[in-house]
């Protein structure tokens, strides 16, 4: 059977007034990123006027730059699912990508755990990346005042700062703020960023329709370093990596992950993984998650760069790393070099 092509999705996230409407106008703007669908909860919300061209369909506009533009009526997993379908049957353009607007006052993780459910899988999307606006002038007051904010911020692949030219002297601080809450995002000024290269995400292959679909591809890895503590929120929010040289068992890997979503799934608002498996070391598998909710598994065809290691991104609300630490080790088969003899034993993360 021949390969699908993915359909890479991207979630726009920032709280109200942070600036994505004024963002989503220069993305769609942009002749580079014509074959590019919208799904936003209102048009009118958009301020979309000037950009509409005619109806397409129900709940769809065709737009002058060749986008479209679909408005959220229900659920987002009917929206995406008929989306798909009427491209496959040419009833609408074919798009190439899509981006998932949320409201302002959204929490992320729903918006990704969609992305993750089977009938969106089944449709031929894949999560691209997250990306939120962060406003600079309002920044620091909103971070502490709202978990959503900083949960919008924590989970993105990239955050761009808004008004920056109105912080003043508070926009070190603030993009200070940012990077250790978040410290594997890559941060830029909204006015620095070419909407074209934002977007930008190679087609992934698809297997066949009966088959899981591919999960995020990771990111490049990075260091952890201590995180200060901040608001209320922010101390409730860590980000981490953990890194292998060693193969894992597939059946470890399995019962890794079921015990992660077990006793942790609740704290996980993000988990991305590289890993590598004893049974085809050259071929890693990709892993995403929220939650409780994993994306299907997914083997590359080969390593995506020089690095070897399995690599495991955790972003995590009112958990423990070294807890996480200790369960990862635990199914690799890594000792403890830092535990005496006796706590091995009874701290031991698998004993029940």
């Not at 679909?70 to 990508?97: H, I, M, N, Q, Y």
Request: one cysteine or more; glycine letters at 8%.
């Amino acid at each position: 059977m021949t390969a699908r092509i993915a359909i890479p999705a991207f979630v726009l996230t920032g709280f109200l007034g942070a600036g994505k409407t004024t963002l989503l106008n220069r993305l769609l703007k942009d002749p580079a990123l014509a074959d590019t669908a919208v799904v936003i909860n209102e048009f009118g919300d958009a301020g979309l006027d000037h950009l509409l061209v005619e109806k397409s369909g129900d709940g769809v506009v065709l737009l002058a730059s060749g986008c479209l533009c679909c408005s959220l009526r229900g659920d987002l997993v009917d929206t995406l699912a008929d989306l798909a379908a009427r491209r496959e049957t040419g009833a609408l353009p074919p798009f190439g990508r899509v981006v998932i607007e949320t409201t302002g006052l959204a929490h992320p993780t729903p918006v990704l755990q969609t992305l993750m459910a089977p009938p969106v899988v089944a449709a031929g999307y894949v999560l691209a990346g997250v990306i939120a606006v962060a406003d600079a002038q309002r920044g620091e007051a909103l971070l502490d005042a709202h978990a959503e904010s900083v949960a919008q911020i924590a989970v993105a692949d990239r955050i761009l700062v808004s008004k920056a030219d109105l912080a003043g002297a508070g926009l070190d601080p603030f993009l200070a703020r940012l990077g250790r809450l978040n410290p594997r995002a890559t941060i830029d000024l909204v006015q620095d960023v070419r909407p074209g290269d934002l977007l930008a995400a190679a087609p992934l292959p698809l297997p066949p329709a009966d088959a899981p679909a591919p999960a995020l591809r990771l990111g490049r890895p990075a260091a952890t370093a201590a995180r200060p503590v901040f608001g209320a929120h922010d101390a409730a929010i860590a980000s981490f990596v953990l890194t292998a040289d060693k193969a894992m068992a597939p059946h470890r890997l399995g019962a890794f992950l079921d015990e992660l979503r077990e006793r942790h799934g609740d704290g996980l608002l993000r988990f991305k993984a590289l890993v590598k498996l004893a049974d085809d070391p050259e071929r890693p598998v990709v892993i995403h998650g929220v939650q409780h909710v994993l994306h299907p598994l997914v083997r590359l065809d080969a390593w995506p760069d020089g690095d070897r290691r399995s690599r495991l991104v955790f972003i995590m609300r009112d958990v423990d790393r070294r807890r996480i630490e200790d369960l990862f080790a635990a199914f690799c088969g890594e000792p403890r070099l830092d535990a005496p003899d006796v706590a091995a034993l009874t701290d031991n993360p698998l004993a029940f």
